[in-house]
């Protein structure tokens, strides 16, 4: 596999769009196969400019398996190279991160930024709490502060006792394991509760599922609890739940159902907080994010029936499927000129098939009818039916007449005569 510094070398070619000294820096090595010499070789002449070409670079090395590091330069250059970064520049979070060199160190994926700014812009200049679990050196911390504004209270969580006193006094941060409930419990009643948790801690499956667990029912309404780097869930060595243990991310699908439980379930009292309290899950590349707000009981509304009170859905639908009935009818009755006075010649059987498709509707609507006719709340309904069939029966009267006289019509001396003039009126639309 390629060096660290091998790698540099060829990327440092693609971004000043030397393709050909790419290739050079890809002869036949002792550092790597012909096979794997190959496919590089082909990734790196794939893809119209150089960003695609380090991009290409990237996803070979993560098939051959390669060291993530290496991977992940590719892909920072694919960025760099591109037009990505011009999006992602008016994101305050993003230009924070870039500018403070000098400030506290910390690692961010750069797609996290737009979901942070998504889901936390409306706490800015707020006086919100906010939960950070794992501090590092507290360039997190310093991240949350700057975003949120000086109204914000920031607390951390993190395992090393020397980072409390790195970060103070801005800061508050309690030092404790975050698979511990007892612990988080204390650290939300004494601060809490919170409008914002982030847990960025160990990542292991079994200190992000207690976590979540123990701290989204303390959380306050319309809270946002988020979850980084959910990508250990598959990473084995993270898989502290042993064997058959549960991954994170499988925990994050389950509460799907929960969102959907009114939907399923057959329980009288739904079970807090995830089929109660969880308003939403949002997932993206390595995050979850979990809303808090009261689960309210869905429900479906009916409009364009003119009724809003006692009107249940069940008899509002069956309203509209007899509104859909009867105004096709009376369109294929009344709708259209007479057939046969439209200055073309009826084609044979064209009356006789428009006055079967009437009689089907017809029955259709006798059948709505008799449905309705058993709901006892809705007599306003079956009054309105009553007039609508009686406009149909009219239409289909009126469709008789038009029947009649047409065939008269066809039959007389004078349309046979004028059926030359007629035909040649016809061609004479078509063309």
Known sequence: MLSRDSLANLLMSIATGDRARAA????????????????????????????????????????????????????????????????LAANPLFAFHSANKGGRSADKWVHYFDIYARHLEKYRGRPVRVLEIGVGRGG?????????????????????????????????????????????????GKHGPFDVVIDDGGHTMRQQIVSVETLFPLLAEGATYLVEDCHTSYMPEYADQGPDGQTFLSWAKDRMDDLNAYHFSKQKDLPAPWQTDLASVH???????????????????????????GHDRLAATRELELIAARDAAIASAVGRAPVGMAGIEPRPGEVDARYAQLAG??????????????????????????????????????????LATTRMIRRSNSWRLTAPLRRIKHLLRRS
Not at 49 to 58: I, K, P, Q, T, V
Not at 283 to 307: I, L, M, Q, W
């Open 24 to 87: 050079d820096l890809l002869s036949p090595s002792e550092e790597i196969d012909e096979p794997t010499r190959a496919l590089l070789i082909e990734a790196v002449a794939v893809g119209p400019d150089r960003s695609a070409h380090a991009r290409s670079l990237g996803d070979a090395l993560r098939s051959l398996g390669a060291p993530r590091h290496l991977e992940n330069e590719c892909y920072r250059v694919a960025f760099y190279s591109g037009d990505e970064w011009q999006a």
């Open 140 to 188: 997190g911390l310093e991240l949350m502060g700057h975003f949120l504004g000086p109204q914000a209270t920031v607390v951390g969580i993190d395992l090393d006792k020397a980072i409390r006193i790195a970060v103070e006094p801005r800061y508050v941060v309690e030092v404790g394991d975050q698979a511990d409930p007892e612990f988080l419990r204390l650290v939300a």
């Open 283 to 309: 997932a993206y590349d390595s995050v979850v994010v979990f809303e808090k707000g009261r689960h309210a009981a869905p429900f479906c509304e009916v409009s364009g029936t003119n009724e809003f009170i």
């Open 361 to 402: 509707l017809r029955d259709e609507l006798q059948r709505l009818i008799r449905d309705l006719g058993q709901q006892e709340d809705v007599p306003d309904l079956r009054r309105e039916l009553a007039e609508r069939d009686e406009a149909l029966e009219q239409a289909r009267c009126d469709l008789r007449d038009a």
